[in-house]
């Protein structure tokens, strides 16, 4: 494949609740990656640095190193404990000096870093479903749920950054489920996630047969939750990535097909867009580069901080 452009040739990090995903490159046509299992934090970091340098022996010398990674995250340039994972539940993750140990093994690189789901936002941002785009937004369903992306054309930050998984959502009549997120039990996250689905049904999402009664219900409070955002950030678009998205039997086709049917009955023609009257299937969709949404923007994350 003949390169097309100059873009940097850097490292990213994904760092997720259940696995650690690197890469080197500088796109998704020149992507080399790897993936360790999210245990302890000194074996994983261990790992990565070490595969990192591997790579930098081997394909050249690493311009810079993006990381996206799950949180709670210190992302104030100004605290104490900054690049941090914070009050996560995560057993031995809670305040992990996730950025230092990274600058730590490759000193004097530049690191960037920013929330799993704004650095989703950002890959899709450059090579996928967000190119163009002013204000959109990345939400993923799966271990956790959580969004970011862009609102005029910036990663969306904060006080702290957006716990958009956290939202509290009107109950469907019928469903007594507790919720399984430790800090609000029913939040979206705790009645949605992959977690979630497991206590509910015995079953990982992957494995739900596809006329089970809980994709209704999953996907009505997806739905309620999207309308939710599209009214508080006004997004062009939104991407939803992450394992349950996928929907197992039921499959993705259906599965955003029962999401689009139920936002459309959720907003009531209440928002005056072509964008959602007339091109719902181009409103809400999967990410463009898939799995890779997410390592990808640990690399366009590096290339920023090289800019
Ligand atoms: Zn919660």
């Known amino acids: 494949m003949v390169e097309k452009h100059h873009d940097p040739f850097v490292a990213g990090i994904e760092a997720g609740g259940t ?8 796109g998704p046509e020149n992507l080399n990656r790897k993936e360790f299992p999210t245990e302890n934090p ?20 690493l311009e810079a190193i993006g990381i996206g990674s799950f949180g709670p995250l210190d992302l ?33 690189l530049p690191v960037g870093v920013d929330t ?27 271990t956790g749920i959580g969004g970011g992306g862009m609102s005029g054309g910036r990663l969306i930050h904060g006080l702290v950054h957006p716990e958009m998984g956290h939202m509290l959502l009107p109950r469907i009549s019928g469903d007594t489920f507790a919720g399984v997120c430790p800090y609000h039990g029913a939040c979206w996250e705790g009645l949605c996630s992959g977690p ?3 206590e509910r049904t015995g079953l990982p999402a992957e494995d739900l047969p596809s006329e089970h009664e809980l994709w209704v219900i999953e996907t009505q409070y997806i739905a309620h939750a999207v309308a939710n955002i599209l009214y508080v950030l006004s997004p062009q678009r939104i991407i939803i990535g992450g394992s349950v998205a996928k929907a197992g039997q039921l499959g993705s086709v259906r599965f955003f097909g029962m999401i689009r049917r139920k936002l459309e009955t959720a907003l009531n023609n209440y928002i005056s867009s072509s964008a959602v009257q007339e091109a719902m299937d181009s409103f809400v969709v999967p990410p463009l580069q898939g799995d890779n949404a997410g390592i990808l923007g640990g690399i366009a994350l590096a290339q920023m901080c090289i800019d």
């Open 42 to 61: 000194a074996e994983v970091l261990a790992n990565v640095t070490q595969w990192l340098g591997e790579q930098q022996r081997i394909r050249g010398k």
């Open 116 to 142: 799993d789901e704004n650095a989703a936002a950002l890959g899709e941002y450059r090579w996928g479903n967000a190119r163009g785009l002013q204000d959109f937004v990345y939400v993923t369903l799966g």
């Open 196 to 198: 979630a689905i497991r």
């Open 19 to 26: 696995k650690f995903v690197c890469a080197v490159g500088n």
């Open 76 to 108: 104030d340039e100004r605290s104490q404990t900054y690049g941090y994972i914070t009050s996560t539940p995560k057993p031995g993750w809670k305040n992990v000096d996730l950025v230092g140990a990274i600058r730590m093994a490759f000193p004097g």
